[in-house]
């Protein structure tokens, strides 16, 4: 079997052996995930740059693409998403979640609907009763004009759809903006008035905060840890000091794994200087020039893979098991979603 983004070699295979195969549950579940058909973008429109990484490592990509990645790289799981398009200035929002929404309908998988924050509400509420759409992912590229810099959580996710999120239960699945991400205090102080003015709304704060890098993750973690309500997948978040930080602040039922594919279709490691993180991959990449010596990269497993591995060695090593990697990797988005499905009866 080949996948249009990666090639599955012993290395891989041995990695998922070793690592990972003893401790996956045999359902899992992806609670951030892009999927996309080439015909959403709009060629006449240049999208709205954005830093190197992780140009050339993957373009759209289909459901059908993405359920062969899972079955290449998970053999003997059933895997499902929670997946939406990716928020590119010059997407066709409608046209992607019409997609998303009519390939997981009568699933095991959900969609979010790509939302832009000038929408109308009857626009809104047209996209979210989509069936098997549970939610929004907004992003400040889709704030019309966005030409970079720091943007409000407001700017992108503004109060009268945020009314319409609460007043249903509806899912909200926040890549946060500004480039401190929860080490900026304005980021904290917004996700507490959005929590309390809308708390209905089902949270979900994608990256871990995009707390890549410690200083985001030790800075922004305690101002959310009282808040069970808050809730976070760990999408792109290589980092072993991250993952047990998070764990230890928030408790494993408060996160949800997540791949953020198809961007980690690459290979590679990640290394850390300060607030900076260096992604050390095989990949041909015009990006990539921290090379490392042919026999080293060789010995590169999938990117997703270090991110799990990481993340299942974290649980065990404090002090935690089987119940929680089975919550974190399953249970936690599950049940989430459950109560979404069934007060979206009523949308």
């Known amino acids: ?18 690592r990972l195969e003893p401790w996956l549950p045999e359902y899992i579940f ?39 990645g899972y079955e290449i790289m998970f053999p003997g799981r059933n895997v499902e998403m929670l997946a939406f398009g990716s928020p590119q200035s010059n ?14 309908a009568g699933t095991g998988s959900v969609g979010l609907a790509l939302v832009r924050p000038d929408w109308e509400p009857q626009v809104l509420l047209r996209e979210l009763r989509r069936p098997a759409i549970i939610g929004v992912k907004p992003y400040e590229r889709l704030i019309p004009g966005f030409e970079g810099g720091d943007a409000s959580i407001f700017d992108l996710m503004p109060h009268f759809q945020l009314e319409i999120l609460d007043e249903l239960g509806a899912w909200l699945t926040l890549h946060l903006p500004r480039k401190e991400r929860l080490a900026d205090r304005e980021n904290v102080l917004e996700i507490a008035e959005l929590r309390a003015r809308y708390p209905r709304v089902v949270l979900v704060i994608a990256h871990l905060g995009r707390t890549y890098a410690g200083r985001y993750a030790r800075e922004g973690f ?28 928030f408790g494993p039922e408060r996160i949800m794994w997540a791949s953020d594919h ?40 999938l990117s997703l ?13 404090l002090g935690y098991g089987e119940a929680e990697i089975e919550a974190v990797f ?16 009523a949308w």
Not at 305 to 317: G, H, R, S, V
């Open 91 to 104: 997407c066709d929002c409608v046209a992607n979640n019409a997609y998303v929404s009519d390939e997981f």
């Open 330 to 345: 399953r249970t936690n988005a599950r049940t989430k979603i459950a109560e979404v499905l069934a007060r979206k009866e």
């Open 1 to 18: 079997m080949n996948h249009l983004y990666f090639e599955y070699n012993d290395v891989d295979r041995r990695f998922f052996e070793e």
């Open 30 to 68: 992806d609670a951030h995930r892009h999927v996309q058909l080439p015909e959403h973008l709009d060629d006449a429109e240049a999208p709205f740059a954005r830093g190197a990484f992780p140009d050339g490592i993957a373009g759209p990509e289909s459901v059908e693409m993405a359920r062969l």
């Open 305 to 317: 893979y270090e991110q799990m591995a990481a993340c299942i060695d974290t649980i065990f090593a």
């Open 222 to 249: 305690p101002a959310l840890a009282e808040d069970p309500g808050i809730l976070f997948d760990n999408s792109a978040v290589l980092n072993p000091a991250v993952q047990a930080l998070s764990l230890d602040r």
């Open 262 to 301: 198809p961007i980690f279709y690459m290979r590679g490691r990640r290394r850390w200087e300060g607030d900076r993180y260096i992604n050390l991959t095989s990949g041909d990449y015009a990006w990539n020039t921290d090379r490392q010596p042919p026999q080293v990269e060789a010995t590169y497993a």
